[in-house]
């Protein structure tokens, strides 16, 4: 009887052990399913994002000068005028592209506004700029302190934000790599107000 008995407790144990390491088992494989779901989840977080970023790297923008005619054509007292070429190369729309500034090369500020240039003047900025399209906007930026005019290809570098398809606003300084912009950062940092946009 004493036999029967301590082969019973001894066989329990080992049902036990079985039971325990069955659900040790079972909580490990789901432990690395988890993981494996996380992985691939931020795997295709960060491959979105860096489409996302591939197509915000499509919209750029950069400076044009007057040409040798227009400067002889100037009247005296005529601002002086460059123009920002906001061009979109990437597969959709963009909404609301602005110039939101201008980095000062020596650390000072810049202030600007959009000026008329010729006998059409400027029509405004678009609401949309389709695939392929550029807004070309006159401005007159002026740094404090002053720069030479022959600064402006070397080292001025425009601010500039538009709004995706997918209703992100981004952000550009230069040819660097876009930042998005969030609704407390939406407002753009400087020009003048009606040509701000609102989103």
Do not use: C
């Amino acid at each position: 009887m004493l036999a029967v008995t301590v082969a019973l407790r001894i066989s329990q144990r080992e049902a036990d052990a079985a039971e325990a390491r069955r659900r040790a088992d079972k909580m490990e494989a789901e432990q690395l399913r988890r993981a494996d779901k996380n992985e691939a989840e931020e795997r295709q977080r960060a491959e979105k994002a860096e489409r996302e970023l591939s197509q915000a790297r499509l919209v750029v923008a950069v400076i044009d000068y007057p040409s040798p005619e227009q400067e002889i054509a100037r009247r005296p007292g005529d601002e002086d005028v460059i123009f920002v070429r906001i061009t979109n190369y990437s597969e959709s729309h963009i909404f609301h592209p602005r110039v939101e500034g201008f980095v000062h090369q020596n650390g000072g500020t810049v202030t600007w506004d959009i000026v008329e240039w010729d006998e059409s003047g400027y029509e405004g900025p678009p609401d949309v700029l389709p695939t392929g399209q550029t807004d070309k906007i006159p401005v007159n930026p002026t740094f404090d302190p002053p720069i030479t005019s022959d600064m402006y290809p070397m080292r001025t570098k425009v601010i500039f934000g538009y709004t995706d398809v997918a209703g992100r606003r981004w952000r550009r300084i230069g040819q660097a790599t876009p930042e998005r912009v969030y609704p407390e950062g939406t407002f753009q940092i400087g020009g003048p107000y009606w040509y701000r946009a609102d989103s």
